[in-house]
């Protein structure tokens, strides 16, 4: 990658609206070829090794509606090495780091940095909704409640005017989940 080049971050979850990173822009994105997906096991950020939460993961097939933070050339490394810490903690490599391409709501298209969720991990998963509400429901981790993950990733796409049927139907199901 070019030094003197600007990185582009595709969120899809929490780096949304807690991206931790200095940036000179954001905007709406898309990425085909991939969904958001509540997919992965969170024993540290959502959930303990007692009890797991789940966190989003991009996992394949569809498309994902998201924002492009472009990252300005002297925050590139910084960027870069936070993010590592923050999407594989303790080296766990739950994503795989790959640049893929997003169209941005203004029209153009950039090679963004994704994390998308590694299918061979065995902390991937693919609970189904009502599963997914239950474990969500319970679970609480370093970054605080998956509840709260989940409504404020909500939160953040209606305020975009965005939808994300599948996560609207978790949180749907939070209220009865045990």
Same mark, same amino acid.
């Given at each position: 990658?070019?030094?003197?080049?600007?990185?582009?971050?595709?969120?899809?979850?929490?780096?949304?609206?807690?991206?931790?990173?200095?940036?000179?822009?954001?905007?709406?994105?898309?990425?085909?070829?991939?969904?958001?997906?509540?997919?992965?096991?969170?024993?540290?950020?959502?959930?303990?090794?007692?009890?797991?939460?789940?966190?989003?993961?991009?996992?394949?097939?569809? =498309?994902?509606?998201?924002?492009?933070?472009?990252?300005?050339?002297?925050?590139?490394?910084? /960027?870069? +090495?936070?993010?590592?810490?923050?999407?594989?903690?303790?080296?766990?490599?739950?994503?795989?780091?790959?640049?893929?391409?997003?169209?941005?709501?203004?029209?153009?298209?950039?090679?963004?940095?994704?994390?998308?969720?590694?299918?061979?991990?065995?902390?991937?998963?693919?609970?189904?909704?009502? /599963?997914?509400?239950?474990?969500?429901?319970?679970?609480?981790?370093? +970054?605080? =409640?998956?509840?709260?993950?989940?409504?404020?990733?909500?939160?953040?796409?209606?305020?975009?005017?965005?939808?994300?049927?599948?996560?609207?139907?978790?949180?749907?199901?939070?209220?009865?989940?045990?």
């Amino acid at each position: 990658m070019d030094p003197s080049s600007p990185l582009h971050v595709f969120a899809y979850g929490s780096l949304i609206w807690r991206p931790g990173f200095p940036f000179a822009a954001r905007e709406p994105a898309l990425l085909r070829g991939f969904h958001r997906r509540f997919c992965l096991w969170s024993r540290l950020y959502r959930g303990t090794p007692e009890r797991p939460g789940l966190v989003l993961g991009l996992d394949r097939g569809g =498309s994902c509606h998201g924002v492009a933070f472009t990252v300005a050339p002297g925050d590139v490394a910084a /960027t870069r +090495a936070y993010l590592r810490e923050r999407e594989n903690p303790r080296g766990e490599n739950v994503y795989h780091e790959r640049m893929l391409p997003v169209r941005l709501a203004s029209g153009g298209v950039v090679r963004a940095l994704c994390y998308v969720a590694d299918r061979r991990h065995p902390a991937y998963a693919r609970p189904c909704a009502e /599963t997914a509400a239950r474990v969500i429901a319970a679970g609480v981790g370093q +970054a605080g =409640s998956n509840r709260d993950y989940l409504l404020n990733t909500l939160a953040m796409l209606r305020e975009m005017g965005l939808r994300d049927a599948a996560l609207e139907g978790i949180a749907g199901r939070l209220e009865s989940a045990p």
